[in-house]
Each structure stands twice: as structure tokens, then as C-alpha cells.
């Protein structure tokens, strides 16, 4: 479905966690790891909320949280103690989307970084999300390197 009107994208609040987790549990993979309604988000979100180098962001549409990502900086030594700027946990709300939000949100993201001085922007996104690859290659993002987990 096409979006509308253009997205309010601010600063998540503490009265957005139940949507945000909404969302992370919308789709396949996260359905499996989510559980909505658990107080583990709220703290989590205090967490996150105290963090400088944290921006949880949200897309609103006519007053609602129709997408997310969560932009972190990281600051380092390499490339002349260049900041990097990481993307994750990017989810727009399945109603919406093939609509130009994830494009929108993602180029804010991009935009932020940029302003705060990050020398690049990287991501990983699950093997099989295969749509989702497309997306970041048309975004400019090239998979140069290969992620690795080790999940406990
Ligand atoms: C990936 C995602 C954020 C893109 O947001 P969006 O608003 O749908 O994207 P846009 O409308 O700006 O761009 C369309 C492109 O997004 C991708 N896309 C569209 N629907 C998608 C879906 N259900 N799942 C994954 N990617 C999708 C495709 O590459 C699509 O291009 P196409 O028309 O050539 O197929 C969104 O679809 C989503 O939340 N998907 C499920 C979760 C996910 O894959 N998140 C990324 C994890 S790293």
C-alpha cells in the first residue's frame, strides 16, 4: 500500500515501545523472537534512550508508528578515528510498505549520519531477506564484506 502523506521520522519516546515491538515482531524472523507485552522492551528502551550514540527512530504517519530503525555511532580509531554509523532493527509496518517509506526512512538515516560526521554507514541484514537486499542496493549499499554472529 502507498503511504499517503510523508512520515513525521523523530526520536522514539518512551510511549512508542509497544508499536516499535509491533513492529520488530511482524515478519517472520522477528515473530519468532519477539514476545510483544514483555517488560524486558521498557527497560531496554531506558537503556537505549540514555545513550548519546543512540538514535531510535520512528516513522509516524497520521499519528502513527508505521516504521522504525534504530541508528548507532560508533566511535573508532581506523580511518583516522573515523565514527561509524550502524543500522539496525529496520521494520515498516506491513500495510505500508512497498510504499517509498523504508526508501525515506533509510535516506533520513543515511542524512543523519552524515550530519553527525560518520564516515560511512553499514548494516546486516539477514541471508534470506532477499527483498530486503535489493532495497539497501538500490540505496547505494554495496555486500562487501560477510556478516558473522555468534548468537548465545
Ligand atoms: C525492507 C523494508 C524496511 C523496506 O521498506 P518499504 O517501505 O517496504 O520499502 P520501499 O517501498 O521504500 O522500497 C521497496 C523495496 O523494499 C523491498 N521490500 C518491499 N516489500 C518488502 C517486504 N515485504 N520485505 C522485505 N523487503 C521488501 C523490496 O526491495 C522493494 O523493492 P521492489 O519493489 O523492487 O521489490 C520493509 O519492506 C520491511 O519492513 N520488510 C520486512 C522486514 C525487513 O526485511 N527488514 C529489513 C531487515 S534488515
Known amino acids: 500500500m502507498t503511504s499517503m502523506q510523508s512520515p513525521v521520522i523523530r526520536r522514539a519516546r518512551t510511549d512508542d515501545v509497544a508499536a516499535i515491538v509491533e513492529l520488530l515482531a511482524d515478519d517472520p524472523l522477528g515473530a519468532r523472537r519477539e514476545t510483544p507485552g514483555d517488560p524486558a522492551y521498557a527497560a531496554a528502551f531506558a537503556v537505549i534512550d540514555a545513550d548519546p550514540h543512540q538514535y531510535l527512530a520512528v516513522a509516524e504517519v497520521a499519528g502513527e508508528v508505521v516504521g522504525t530503525l534504530q541508528l548507532t555511532f560508533i566511535p573508532g580509531l581506523s580511518r583516522l578515528g573515523a565514527t561509524r554509523a550502524l543500522i539496525e532493527a529496520v521494520r515498516v509496518r506491513a500495510d505500508q510498505r ?28 539477514d541471508a534470506s531477506r532477499t527483498d530486503a537486499h535489493r532495497f539497501y542496493e538500490r540505496l547505494g549499499f554495496v555486500a562487501s564484506h560477510v556478516g558473522m554472529k555468534l548468537i548465545f
Do not use: N
Open 98 to 125: 512497498g510504499g517509498g517509506l523504508g526508501r525515506q526512512l533509510a535516506e533520513w538515516a543515511i542524512a543523519t549520519a552524515r550530519a553527525r560526521g560518520a564516515a560511512l554507514v553499514q548494516l546486516t541484514t
